[in-house]
């Protein structure tokens, strides 16, 4: 490439090739990097629209993603900066491991984050539904009309005779590990199934 730029440019130019042709370079990459954050946050703002997803939500998924393109665009120019590759890898490398040692500290805020991008996309209910999030099988648990979800609680507003009005604040991911009864806007809720007694001794 730099054989046959020599061919059409001047000869004052020739001495700033080795100048001229990285920096194309770098600003092509830096170019592709702006062209594909700006469709990948129109793709995520028609996918919010289309599923009902929450503001917030939206700004996680465009952080990511811009973060995610400024890493690779910063490996890819310092390539072309001439930094060798070992080094980049042992950055990356370290970096990864940092990233995970922070996941896995963070699990439980990362789980729910995940259940409620489940919730938004799956659907198994939805803001104006009654549920009531099951112990066991046989045993009530919290029973509410969702007033809220975001990307760590689910808020219930409580039906329950004599603690109505109040709000529960239930976890995403308890979603996804108790049974939940769902009683959709219009129809009757029914009574909370009364606890059985404990065993007495005798």
């Known amino acids: 490439m730099r ?3 020599r061919l059409y440019l001047p ?14 370079q770098i600003a092509l990459i830096v170019f592709c990097a702006w062209l594909l954050h700006r469709m990948l946050r129109r793709l995520v703002r028609r996918a919010s629209a289309h599923y009902g997803l929450p503001a917030d939500m939206s700004m996680l998924a465009n952080g990511v993603l811009r973060w995610a393109i400024l890493l690779a665009t910063a490996l ?4 072309r900066l001439g930094v060798s ?51 066991t099988q046989d045993t009530g648990g919290a029973r509410g009309r969702v007033i809220d979800i975001n990307l760590l609680y689910t808020t219930l507003e409580d039906v329950t005779p ?13 979603v996804f590990q108790r049974v939940v009864r769902r009683w959709r ?15 007495t001794l005798e």
């Open 3 to 5: 054989h046959s730029l």
């Open 11 to 24: 000869e004052w130019a020739q001495d700033w090739l080795d100048v001229i042709v990285p920096a194309l």
């Open 76 to 79: 890819l120019v310092l390539e």
């Open 85 to 135: 590759a070992a080094v980049m890898w042992t950055a990356f490398t370290g970096f990864a491991t940092v990233a995970a040692v922070a996941f896995f500290a963070a699990w439980s805020v990362l789980s729910n984050l995940f259940c409620a991008m489940l919730i938004f996309t799956v659907g198994p209910f939805r803001v104006g539904d009654v549920i009531e999030v099951l112990d």
């Open 162 to 174: 004599g603690t109505a009005g109040t709000l529960l604040q239930i976890p995403n991911t308890m």
């Open 185 to 199: 806007p219009g129809q009757a809720v029914l009574e909370p199934m009364p606890k059985k007694p404990a065993d």
